[in-house]
């Protein structure tokens, strides 16, 4: 498993999103480390937290600017938002479950790839409707 860094490649354009996405580089990088951390059990738990809310609150955030920007995939888009915090709602159950069996490992792979996938691909399908949205007001 190998940690990937925020770079300009993840940039949108929206300071706003941009911001959201350096942080949940971010949360997910301490988690990352913790993971690393032999006996960690109650640093990760607040990690997994931590991410869960963060998530949830730049979710609604994006879809606001979504929704103002009258991007034409919003429903898909926040479908996809639905479906990863559930994942992850239910890895954090596991995980507080039985801390010892859970697999970090798989959890971190996930939420790496879903990182980097979810911003270069759905993410940066909306941009140019928030870009358009900026430049109307």
């Known amino acids: 498993m190998q ?3 925020w770079s300009d490649k993840f940039l ?5 999103i941009d911001t959201d996405h350096r942080k949940l580089f971010s949360l997910i990088g301490d988690l990352y480390g913790y993971v690393q951390i032999e006996d960690a ?18 979710f ?3 879809e ?3 929704a103002a920007a009258a991007y034409p ?3 898909s888009h926040k479908e996809e938002h639905r479906k990863l915090q559930k ?3 239910d890895y954090m159950a596991s995980y507080r479950a039985d ?8 959890f971190m792979e996930f939420l790496i790839s879903w990182l980097k996938n979810h911003i270069l691909k759905s993410d940066m399908a909306y941009v140019p409707y928030l870009l358009r949205e900026t430049k109307e007001t």
Do not use: C, K, W
């Open 99 to 106: 801390p010892l069996a859970f697999d970090l490992d798989e």
């Open 73 to 75: 995939d919003l429903d």
């Open 60 to 62: 609604e955030r994006e």
């Open 41 to 58: 059990t109650n640093e990760l738990d607040i990690a997994i937290t931590e991410l869960v809310d963060y998530v949830h609150a730049h």
């Open 12 to 16: 949108t354009g929206n300071e706003s």
């Open 3 to 5: 940690y990937v860094n």
């Open 87 to 89: 994942r992850v709602l």
């Open 64 to 66: 606001q600017l979504m």
